[in-house]
């Protein structure tokens, strides 16, 4: 089961507007309220969830709780992978940190840097059922990246747009003024776009020597844990991101990696898993996410998961859901 560190549980107590039993909710998520708050205590993600949507109930404004929560990070909240975030050059090696130890805080989340003729593109990889938690938690996620880019920037940081895959709620003028840059919602990705020139922005206390000090520690501290899922959701993500280009071949997918097609065949086999059960499996989620939180046209979302044809996504499709792709999004 999927767990995250309860330094965001801490954060969400601080930033509602209203009026709760503190106790209770902090025993609800197996937290002794009595003891203080360290970023190594972790909870399950289906009570961290269950958490944020239970907050966001007493919140005198719901819609704004992720961008408060996001807000009050800072870079010091996260023991040494807040100083190796601080201590990196720039927001690229800041940005890569995260791709390389975010582990240490979620077992839920990974990151990826995507470059593009704009800049990068932050993604947050977070699989999981869109429930009102879940949504909560992205907004709060990528609210807290933007809160400590701007913290070790050394110019004002401002992301060319934001990306959402969830719908939007019924007023995103808080999200606009926050992040200062569109936001687009009903999106496939869940992600940060920053500029080329602020990548590249030297960080305030950006030093190599120190930088490299963290990063043994936590390369000290990701090699103390266990995940035998870990595997099995780079695999996942990287199938995502690589269907629209069609099904991707595993050596592509184990160079990614940085292995060999015959080794993550067989440590995917040692987990109980074939590359071609993750293919479709990945399918499945992304289609069912698409019909479900975009309007795209079947046409499209047949290409968007790796299909040629209509007919072929819609046997697919049946397969999984018993249902067609057209009554499934109707319902």
């Known amino acids: 089961m999927g ?3 309860s330094l965001f549980v801490n954060k969400i ?3 509602i507007d209203g009026t709760f039993d503190k106790t209770a909710l902090l025993q609800s998520v197996g937290i002794n309220p009595g003891l203080p708050m360290s970023p190594s205590q972790m909870v399950t993600a289906d009570d961290y ?3 944020f949507e239970r907050a966001a109930a007493v919140d005198s404004n719901a819609t704004t709780l992720p961008l408060r929560v996001g807000a009050a990070m800072s870079c010091d909240d996260y023991g040494a992978f807040g100083l190796a975030w601080k201590s990196a050059t720039d927001l690229r090696g800041s940005y890569g940190r995260a791709e390389r130890f975010a582990r240490i805080l979620t077992s839920v989340s990974t990151y990826t840097v995507e470059w593009v003729d704009a800049g990068a593109l932050m993604h947050l990889n977070r ?12 907004e709060a996620t990528i609210a807290s990246i933007a809160s400590i880019s701007r913290q070790v920037a050394t110019k004002k940081f401002v992301p060319l747009a934001v990306f959402f895959k969830h719908r939007a709620p019924k007023v995103i003028a808080a999200h606009e003024e926050y992040f200062g840059c569109p936001v687009h919602f009903e999106s496939d990705k869940d ?3 920053v500029s080329n020139e602020t990548m590249r922005t030297p960080n ?4 190599n020597s120190i930088s490299s000090f963290f990063d043994s520690h936590l390369i000290a501290e990701l090699s103390k844990l266990t995940d035998e899922d870990l595997l099995d959701r780079k695999v996942r993500i990287h199938i995502t991101q690589a269907l629209s280009d069609g099904v991707p071949a595993i050596s592509d997918v184990a160079k990614h990696l940085g292995m060999s097609g015959r080794t993550l065949q067989r440590r995917l086999s040692e987990l ?3 590359y071609q059960a993750l293919v479709d499996d990945s399918r499945r989620q992304l289609a069912d996410h698409l019909l479900r939180e975009s309007n795209y046209s079947l046409a499209e979302v047949t290409f968007m998961t790796g299909f040629s044809e209509q007919s072929a996504f819609t046997r697919a499709f049946k397969r999984w859901k018993g249902q067609t792709p057209r009554s499934f999004r109707i319902q």
């Open 127 to 138: 699989t999981g059922t869109r429930s009102l938690g879940l949504r909560f938690s992205n």
């Open 272 to 274: 109980g898993y074939t």
């Open 49 to 51: 969830y269950s958490f």
């Open 191 to 193: 992600a940060l776009l």
């Open 204 to 207: 305030k206390l950006g030093d």
């Open 3 to 5: 767990q995250i560190t």
């Open 13 to 15: 107590i601080n930033q």
